[in-house]
């Protein structure tokens, strides 16, 4: 029996303050200059494990990260942790309700972007030569391995790109994560059956089939009845008054477990477990977003740079470099994914302004796709080669996707957003004092000012988009909007609350300034500029100040007027 001694626990705790604090700090840098923190993490891990420290100062890295397996497990089990923590937190951020809503342009992306990426890797796996292979007799595995692990997107990187381009208030960025949402639910089941197929080759075609069923059972089980229970749940959590957000994290935490622990028992990995808990309780309402956000920073802040730093504790990358398995690997993972959801886009009514955006966000693998990468090493599927590859096209993936996406933002034309607002649709004390109330004045006053006697019609319509995807951001601002038949050209109404409304916002901030943005049906282009514009202008913490502190509605037109005004030149000259 093996005790933890005081040497064990010191080192632990030096191992963990090292990889904590230098992958935190060099992601902080990283951020700053738009790249994923993923990358800084795995860095850490590169330089502190044997492909720096451990070739060029062996001594000091056999002191800092001994060979004993007590002192490595602890380790192990803290990255573990970390790992199924971002799995369930992936499932918190998916909003399955929203995907499901958008089933009709969303289902078709995903399955598409399934699909098609299945296709590109598969072929291309089979002809790998036989030196990278874990076991030569189940090539066919290892294909279908690689083929699954090229569909699942890195959602996480691409809401990030999305938030720092101004664009996940929009219906293009609700499209985006609703299209990655069906996408992640398949990708990881497929992902799962293929992993419990190949670590027992031995088992015969019905317990394989058996293992399916009982996957899709639970997952469906899970995505409705499971969906429902738990939401009630958080609700009469919230009811009660119960403390937040420890008692949702606490509930959260045990779903994760008993869900990881039943996946284990059918014969699948208990990622898929803590993923599916994670679906199951991001849709209750009652999960308000400054909670998720909190559950969010913790695991990004403490666990995931532990999972991701000790990658590289365990793989010299020097040694499994092959530039041509890198390439290959890159480039099938990016060009399939991008293929798969063009085409997909392709098959929808949606605008060719927003075609290439969509496609694109769809191309990082990031997290993911190194995720699953691992646990097909712990596992035996793959070698080090074809892990260390699979890592290098995920980082690539998400290094590109920022500046890429703003490309394709920056390539349409620039329109003059200040025509969109007018002297007469601002209104400086807002009655309401809720979301509802505060939408319908607004509606009424859009209605009027269009001459429209469906003012009734417009406000659900803002409703409507409300309940699928709320529309705040921090800072005390508000942006709900819908596309609508009943207005001939974008239309932005200002709205200001003294005391502020409850608007669900991610920092907790009552909403004081909103904004009404009502767009054409068949519209692509306004909308994403308008939003796009409004959230720039409202980082500026003076110009919020500003509007806060505007003595009426001509004080609010004139800041706006100058603001939007200068804007406009700015892009033309």
Not at 152 to 172: E, G
Request: aromatic share 8%; net charge neutral.
């Amino acid at each position: 029996m093996h005790y933890l001694s005081e040497e064990h626990i010191f080192l632990f705790l030096v191992q963990v303050f090292l990889l904590l604090g230098l992958a935190r700090g060099l992601g902080q840098i990283f951020t700053r200059f738009k790249q994923p923190a993923l990358t800084a993490e795995i860095l850490v891990g590169i330089f502190l494990g044997p492909t720096i420290l451990g070739r060029f100062a062996p001594g000091l890295h056999d002191a800092i990260f001994p060979s004993d397996m007590v002192q490595q497990n602890m380790l192990e089990t803290v990255a573990w942790l970390g790992v199924l923590f971002l799995l369930l937190e992936m499932g918190l951020e998916m909003d399955f309700l929203a995907a499901w809503r958008q089933r009709g342009d969303a289902l078709k992306i995903a399955v598409s972007d399934i699909i098609i990426p299945m296709v590109v890797a598969f072929f291309p796996a089979l002809l790998i030569p036989d030196r990278f292979l874990a076991d030569t007799s189940q090539r066919l595995i290892f294909a279908l391995f690689m083929a699954a692990a090229m569909t699942i997107s890195a959602m996480p990187v691409a809401a990030r790109s999305l938030h720092d381009l101004r664009l996940s208030k929009t219906d293009l960025g609700f499209l985006i994560m609703s299209a990655l949402s069906v996408n992640d639910i398949i990708g990881w089941l497929i992902f799962t059956l293929v992993l419990a197929m190949s670590i027992k080759p031995e088992m015969g075609v019905m317990s394989n089939l058996l293992i399916m069923a009982g996957t899709i059972v639970f997952t469906a089980i899970c995505l409705t009845a499971g969906r429902i229970g738990a939401s009630a749940v958080i609700g009469r959590m919230k009811k009660r008054n119960m403390p937040e957000p420890a008692s949702s994290l606490t509930f959260i935490c045990l779903l994760g477990l008993a869900c990881g622990a039943i996946t284990s028992k059918i014969g699948i990995h208990a990622l898929f477990g803590f993923f599916i808990a994670g679906i199951m309780a991001g849709q209750s309402t009652a999960l308000s977003q400054r909670t998720r956000q909190i559950i969010s920073q913790m695991v990004y802040a403490i666990f995931v740079p532990l999972f991701f730093a000790n990658i590289g504790l365990k793989i010299d990358f020097l040694t499994g470099f092959n530039l041509w398995l890198v390439l290959l690997v890159t480039i099938i993972g990016i060009g399939g994914r991008f293929l798969g959801a063009w085409l997909g886009v392709l098959l929808t009514k949606i605008g060719k302004a927003n075609q290439l955006s969509i496609a694109i966000a769809h191309t990082p693998g990031g997290a993911m796709e190194i995720v699953v990468g691992i646990i097909a090493l712990e596992n035996g599927v793959i070698t080090e080669p074809i892990f260390v590859a699979i890592v290098f096209g995920a980082v690539a993936s998400s290094v590109i996707l920022g500046p890429w996406l703003a490309y394709s933002i920056k390539r349409r034309p620039q329109i003059s957003v200040l025509e969109f607002f007018s002297r007469t649709a601002i209104i400086a004390s807002l009655k309401a004092n809720n979301r509802e109330n505060a939408i319908e004045e607004l509606a009424e006053l859009a209605a009027e000012h269009e001459s429209i006697s469906q003012a009734e019609q417009l406000k659900e319509a803002v409703l409507e988009r409300e309940r699928a995807k709320g529309t705040a951001m921090e800072e005390g601002i508000a942006v709900p909007h819908a596309r609508t038949n009943l207005i001939k050209k974008p239309l932005v109404i200002i709205g200001r609350s003294a005391k502020g409304i409850e608007w669900d916002s991610p920092d907790g901030k009552p909403a004081q300034l909103i904004y009404l943005i009502l767009t054409p049906q068949n519209e692509d282009e306004s909308q994403v500029q308008i939003l796009g514009h409004i959230a720039r202008l409202m980082s500026d913490p003076a110009m919020r100040n500003e509007l806060y502190n505007a003595a009426d509605g001509l004080a609010i037109w004139n800041i706006v007027h100058q603001a939007f005004g200068e804007k406009v030149v700015s892009k033309r000259t």
